[in-house]
């Protein structure tokens, strides 16, 4: 390993030539959790999701005045004397993936606990055909030999010339924070790796909120929807509560599916008035879109038509692309008009979408009114999140079940909440 | 591993021995000889899609009835 001095004096080098090249390839945009800028602390763990070989250039242009020791695959090492040299002065700790030397976890903590700051991607490797690998347990068991903080980061790998590369960084987290009682030392580890992959891969919905401007043109309908949405609450008189009573105050952040009971027509109303400062898409049968000049309208307004009598998997992958985009999208899981306000069965559309696309559920119910100026109340559940019942990449039929059912029960919470307050 | 093999990994996957994969082969057909309604065809397409990195389309899951056209589909994408 190469003496201290000379890593920084190095990467200094690195960092002046290359600063200018990498901003032009990478063009980073930064987004922060919450969208708060907090003051990283002196030594730290750096862990980010894996998108390329080049996530180590970008670290270096995007933290330029900090000194990053990053874990690199041995496979680099072998790529010649020159590489191997850069690697070294660049101040690269060596990572036997297949091996059983595990000098690297020494290191990495010796790094930490002489005030540096460690890199680390968890997965290991690149992703093959754009699906990301597994997060190994080697972070989390630095993470418990250290008292440093880990700071996670996510990049969506956008690199190139012709394209813009977006990070977010999040808070600082302790990693003990997320122990769990009565598991066994191998259990801990897997349990603070999921926690740390899903808290990494949670940053994505912050970069696709940020992303949207307040008022787009290529969204003018419906944003003018939604200002007409603003402004409804003064006509409609909607309050909105938890199943506990209290007001809800929450504000939705990045892609998210709002699942409704439906008894009317007014329901897709109600949901824009409820989260008008969002923009909206919202699935709708294939009867409601007929004639071109309704269809064109709705479009404009955020409908996706669905084909409710087959299998529709083109509107169910649009969905799921708006939804990583980071909108909302609302589906009245029961399939139809249900006059009668009972929730007796839903579909599992809305969990399968938010499976997909990684976002979470948000359980409504809209009390059913009259007449259109009644007072009415909408109830807005626990937020459900996929990840807290499946960690898989493909998710089984019985995980499919199961979250259906937690939607199921929520929603059902909902309308009883609602039905007392009536 | 071929892209029969990897069907019939990820059909394990979602359906966890609901199905009994041994059973399957390319001439199996999906509704009748192995009872997968919309909904299952539905997942299962979900979950290939995940595992091969391709998109389906409607007029995809119309030509869909023996597990040799999923095999033919995924490889027409891939390919």
């Given at each position: 390993m190469k003496s201290k001095w000379f890593i920084n004096l190095f990467l200094v080098i690195t960092k002046l030539t290359g600063y200018i090249p990498a901003m032009l390839l990478f063009k980073p945009r930064i987004y922060r959790e919450d969208g708060v800028k907090t003051r990283l602390p002196k030594s730290f763990m750096l862990v980010s999701n894996h998108k390329s070989l080049l996530d180590f250039a970008l670290y270096l242009a995007v933290f330029p005045f900090r000194t990053i020791r990053f874990l690199m695959a041995e496979v680099l090492y072998n790529k010649g004397k020159f590489f191997s040299f850069l690697l070294n002065s660049w101040g690269g700790i060596k990572v036997e993936?297949?091996?059983?030397?595990?000098?690297f976890v020494a290191d990495s903590i010796e790094v930490l606990d002489n005030g540096g700051i460690v890199g680390i991607f968890p997965e290991g490797r690149l992703p093959v055909n754009g699906k990301p690998w597994p997060f190994t347990t080697s972070t989390a068991f630095i993470a418990t030999n250290t008292d440093k903080p880990i700071v996670p980061v996510y990049t969506d790998?956008?690199?190139?010339?012709?394209k813009r590369a977006n990070i977010c960084i999040g808070k600082p987290i302790y990693l003990t924070d997320y122990i769990k009682e009565g598991l066994s030392e191998e259990e801990q580890l897997q349990n603070l790796t999921d926690a740390l992959e899903k808290k990494i891969y949670s940053l994505k919905s912050e970069i696709g909120q940020k992303?949207?401007?307040?008022?787009?043109f290529r969204h003018l309908p419906m944003d003018i929807a939604r200002l007409v949405c603003s402004v409804l609450p003064l006509i409609l008189r909607i309050k909105r509560r938890t199943p506990?009573?209290?007001?809800?105050r929450k504000r939705i952040k990045g892609g998210a599916v709002v699942a409704a009971n439906h008894t009317s027509f007014a329901d897709p109303f109600i949901v824009g008035v409820t989260f008008w400062y969002r923009r909206l898409y919202f699935l709708v049968a294939e009867i409601v879109m007929k004639g071109k000049l309704r269809s064109l309208l709705l479009k404009g307004v955020g409908a996706i038509k669905i084909?409710?009598?087959?299998?529709?998997i083109e509107a169910i992958n649009k969905s799921i692309k708006k939804l990583e985009e980071g909108y909302l999208l609302t589906v009245f899981p029961q399939g139809g008009i249900n006059r009668?306000?009972?929730?007796?069965t839903i579909k599992s559309g809305a969990v399968l979408m938010a499976i997909r696309a990684g976002t979470p559920i948000i359980p409504m119910h809209i009390m059913p009114c009259n007449r259109w100026y009644n007072m009415r109340t909408v109830v807005i559940g626990e937020t459900i999140d996929p990840r807290d019942f499946c960690q898989k990449k493909i998710p089984s039929t019985t995980d499919i079940n199961n979250i259906t059912n937690a939607l199921f029960n929520e929603l059902n919470r909902c309308k009883n909440a609602n039905d007392k307050a009536d | 591993m071929d892209t029969f093999e990897r069907l019939l990994k990820v059909c394990d996957a979602v359906f966890e021995g609901q199905?009994?994969?041994?059973?399957?082969?390319?001439?199996?057909?999906?509704?009748?000889?192995?009872?997968?309604?919309s909904i299952g065809l539905l997942y299962m397409a979900m979950a290939v899609e995940e595992e091969f990195n391709i998109k389906f389309t409607n007029d995809d899951f119309i030509d869909m009835k023996s597990v040799a056209d999923v095999i033919n589909i995924i490889e027409k994408k891939v390919s």
């Amino acid at each position: 390993m190469k003496s201290k001095w000379f890593i920084n004096l190095f990467l200094v080098i690195t960092k002046l030539t290359g600063y200018i090249p990498a901003m032009l390839l990478f063009k980073p945009r930064i987004y922060r959790e919450d969208g708060v800028k907090t003051r990283l602390p002196k030594s730290f763990m750096l862990v980010s999701n894996h998108k390329s070989l080049l996530d180590f250039a970008l670290y270096l242009a995007v933290f330029p005045f900090r000194t990053i020791r990053f874990l690199m695959a041995e496979v680099l090492y072998n790529k010649g004397k020159f590489f191997s040299f850069l690697l070294n002065s660049w101040g690269g700790i060596k990572v036997e993936r297949e091996g059983r030397d595990f000098s690297f976890v020494a290191d990495s903590i010796e790094v930490l606990d002489n005030g540096g700051i460690v890199g680390i991607f968890p997965e290991g490797r690149l992703p093959v055909n754009g699906k990301p690998w597994p997060f190994t347990t080697s972070t989390a068991f630095i993470a418990t030999n250290t008292d440093k903080p880990i700071v996670p980061v996510y990049t969506d790998g956008n690199y190139g010339i012709f394209k813009r590369a977006n990070i977010c960084i999040g808070k600082p987290i302790y990693l003990t924070d997320y122990i769990k009682e009565g598991l066994s030392e191998e259990e801990q580890l897997q349990n603070l790796t999921d926690a740390l992959e899903k808290k990494i891969y949670s940053l994505k919905s912050e970069i696709g909120q940020k992303r949207h401007r307040l008022f787009d043109f290529r969204h003018l309908p419906m944003d003018i929807a939604r200002l007409v949405c603003s402004v409804l609450p003064l006509i409609l008189r909607i309050k909105r509560r938890t199943p506990e009573g209290e007001k809800y105050r929450k504000r939705i952040k990045g892609g998210a599916v709002v699942a409704a009971n439906h008894t009317s027509f007014a329901d897709p109303f109600i949901v824009g008035v409820t989260f008008w400062y969002r923009r909206l898409y919202f699935l709708v049968a294939e009867i409601v879109m007929k004639g071109k000049l309704r269809s064109l309208l709705l479009k404009g307004v955020g409908a996706i038509k669905i084909d409710r009598k087959s299998a529709d998997i083109e509107a169910i992958n649009k969905s799921i692309k708006k939804l990583e985009e980071g909108y909302l999208l609302t589906v009245f899981p029961q399939g139809g008009i249900n006059r009668e306000d009972d929730i007796d069965t839903i579909k599992s559309g809305a969990v399968l979408m938010a499976i997909r696309a990684g976002t979470p559920i948000i359980p409504m119910h809209i009390m059913p009114c009259n007449r259109w100026y009644n007072m009415r109340t909408v109830v807005i559940g626990e937020t459900i999140d996929p990840r807290d019942f499946c960690q898989k990449k493909i998710p089984s039929t019985t995980d499919i079940n199961n979250i259906t059912n937690a939607l199921f029960n929520e929603l059902n919470r909902c309308k009883n909440a609602n039905d007392k307050a009536d | 591993m071929d892209t029969f093999e990897r069907l019939l990994k990820v059909c394990d996957a979602v359906f966890e021995g609901q199905i009994d994969t041994s059973i399957v082969t390319p001439e199996t057909l999906l509704r009748e000889d192995i009872s997968i309604n919309s909904i299952g065809l539905l997942y299962m397409a979900m979950a290939v899609e995940e595992e091969f990195n391709i998109k389906f389309t409607n007029d995809d899951f119309i030509d869909m009835k023996s597990v040799a056209d999923v095999i033919n589909i995924i490889e027409k994408k891939v390919s």
